[in-house]
């Protein structure tokens, strides 16, 4: 089976570099699947679970925005922040979660609506990733 | 002249100070470490994103954005990366220098520039002078992360974007070696050098870009010049930890010396008194006889 290397690097730091037969994503625009030989591309990518399989397996990381460049033999993936789940502090991202919940119902005016969405965007994201695994 | 136990107390006091500089500079030495280990780090990162930037605002045709694009300069920001503390030599005031007098030189009324600080330093200083200061940040920790930081970075990439100011400039400490560090000014928005760094590229390809480069811009831009004011802020960081080594150092060096010095007039004085009682001592034998 033809492999890729995936790399995936943030601002702390690069969190994994290994070889894996797809990568799935959501972008933007859209779930997208990256098999090797894949053209080149660029493209956002929007709060949510990276899954990486290689034979039965499947690795998950959660990733917070930024963007992925791919090619053919290497998919490079650029976020502000990106955890495996064993990184992953499921009682912070709970209280982030009920934070976030907690700003959004209020609905006063001084608080940044978009902010707290994005916020809870990344909690979720972040108990789902650590979820699925266990 | 000063009695015995004035001098020696003043030694005994040198010795403890002695003990607390030695012990900073080791603690500086350390963080340095994980400073320059930080930059390291960050490194991958901000080579890639500026490689990607690079080709596609090389290749774009059509796709273009605000952060690229030279406007009329009506007001300038200047983004200043301080310590929080004192204690590290002519760190600080090397860069508050060359702040006041790029201000002094440039601009003629407040009006025309505004001030980011980051560092109580640089915001103390601001405040005393009466500079505006648009953002502010105090107390980002010694190895400070990207989530530490993120907020007032995009909050001044959104500076620009709002057109508040037309180009942002950062100064900075670079680190260049533990001992030598370096007031840096750079020319942060709008983005124009890019093309420079990125001859030793290796695009073969077009890439294919999902939605569109538009887009992509405008999510990565303003991702690439948060980076570059992270990358900076750790460069100074090193550079604090480095300016901060050294200070200690000598400081532990003169109180060596200043130690030295007091235990040679302590021993004189000693001396003086040992002689000036046997002199006394024999006068009377003398007299008695």
Do not use: W
Request: charged share 25%.
């Amino acid at each position: 089976m033809k492999t890729l290397t995936v790399s995936v690097v943030t601002p702390d730091g690069p969190v994994l570099e290994d070889d894996y037969e797809m990568v799935s994503c959501k972008a933007e625009s859209g779930e997208l699947g990256i098999l090797p030989g894949h053209i080149p591309l660029v493209a956002p990518l929007s709060i949510n679970a990276v899954r990486l399989k290689r034979g039965n397996t499947e690795d998950k990381l959660a990733v917070n925005g930024g963007f992925m460049e791919v090619r053919p033999d290497k998919v490079t993936i650029l976020a502000q922040s990106a955890e495996k789940p064993s990184d992953i502090d499921i009682e912070r991202a709970k209280q982030a979660k009920e934070r976030a919940e907690r700003r959004l119902q209020s609905r006063q005016d001084h608080i940044d609506m978009l902010r707290a969405e994005l916020a809870l965007r990344r909690a979720l994201n972040r108990l789902n990733v650590s979820s699925i695994s266990r | 002249m000063a009695s015995l136990r004035d001098i020696q107390s003043r030694i005994n006091s040198t010795k403890k100070t002695r003990k607390i500089t030695s012990a900073m500079q080791m603690v500086s030495a350390s963080k340095m470490a994980k400073a320059e280990q930080n930059t390291k780090a960050f490194e991958p990162y901000s080579k890639k994103i500026q490689e990607v930037v690079a080709h596609i605002a090389s290749s774009a045709t059509d796709a273009t954005h605000p952060m690229l694009e030279k406007r009329e300069v009506k007001k300038t920001g200047y983004m200043v990366i301080t310590a929080d503390k004192g204690l590290v030599g002519a760190y600080n005031s090397n860069i508050l220098k060359s702040l006041y007098h790029k201000i002094q030189e440039r601009h003629q009324s407040k009006e025309d520039y505004t001030i980011i600080t980051i560092g109580r330093k640089g915001y103390e200083f601001c405040k005393k002078m009466d500079l505006p200061i648009a953002q502010s940040i105090i107390g980002i920790g010694d190895q400070p992360d990207f989530a530490d930081i993120k907020q007032i970075a995009s909050e001044t990439v959104q500076l620009y974007a709002d057109e508040e100011i037309d180009e942002l400039y950062i100064l900075y400490n670079h680190y260049v070696s533990a001992i030598s560090q370096q007031v840096t000014t750079t020319k942060l928005l709008p983005i124009t050098d890019i093309e420079e760094h990125s001859n030793n590229t290796s695009f073969h390809d077009e890439y294919e870009y999902e939605p569109n480069e538009q887009q992509i811009l405008e999510v990565l831009l303003p991702q690439y010049a948060e980076s570059l004011i992270y990358g900076a802020i750790l460069d100074g960081k090193a550079s604090e930890h480095a300016a901060s080594m050294t200070a200690m150092k000598s400081a532990t060096d003169n109180a060596g010396e200043l130690i030295d010095k007091l235990t040679l007039t302590y021993n004189r004085v000693r001396q003086a008194a040992i002689t000036q009682e046997i002199t006394e001592i024999s006068g009377g034998v003398a007299a008695l006889e």
